[in-house]
């Protein structure tokens, strides 16, 4: 498939993405495991078959869908289970995130999507810079937590510190007629492993294929331009 092809069928894969996940209810998403190279930046292969942890689970809920200008705006607008999608073309890595705050345990789950169209995804090293701030603005969020400052007062016990885990899916059409041994890639870019003592921004990759049969159908035809 040509590039302009291939950036057609992307523009059309994010929207179709983006309403699918967010209005899908039931129990949870199928996810597969994607396996670091070790390599330093890390490069990430799609492995079928291959379990994923029981306590990895994203799950199927119907989600307010928020369009974010910056990161900065987060503060006002942070919710459980919300679905915040960048209106900023050049918001870096991303096409979309949503949170699953968890105040009981004093955590939350931040899931980092990516939607994309190409075997073989990379990143920019700014997109960290980003993922971090949203982590240090649930971390703020989670301190202030009035349920963990009556316990606080009560107990006269030091605020526990706020534990926020990163989760990457690399979100692609599912088509049942491509051959099984086709990969998906992600290539992640060089910072990958710096900057992440204060807020870390690394995390486990995922897989999730969502059975957009349009899409699917619009992708292949497409390639008739080459």
Known sequence: MIPEARGFAGRLLEPLAH???ANATGRFWPLTNMKSNDADPPHFTLVRGSPVPEDVRFIK????????QSTANLSTCLENNSYYVPEDPNFPLFNAFTIELDHAKNSAILWVLQMTTSRRHGGTTLSYRKIREIVAILKDKLREDPLLKKRKRVHEQATPTPLVQVRYLLVVAK???EPKNLQ???QFPKGWTQNRKRNDHSGKVYCLEVPLMVCSIIIKNVSIFK
């Not at 809920?61 to 974010?68: A, E």
């Open 175 to 177: 088509d049942e007629s």
């Open 184 to 186: 998906w890639h992600w």
């Open 19 to 21: 309403r699918y996940i």
């Open 61 to 68: 809920v119907r989600r307010k869908m928020v369009k974010l």
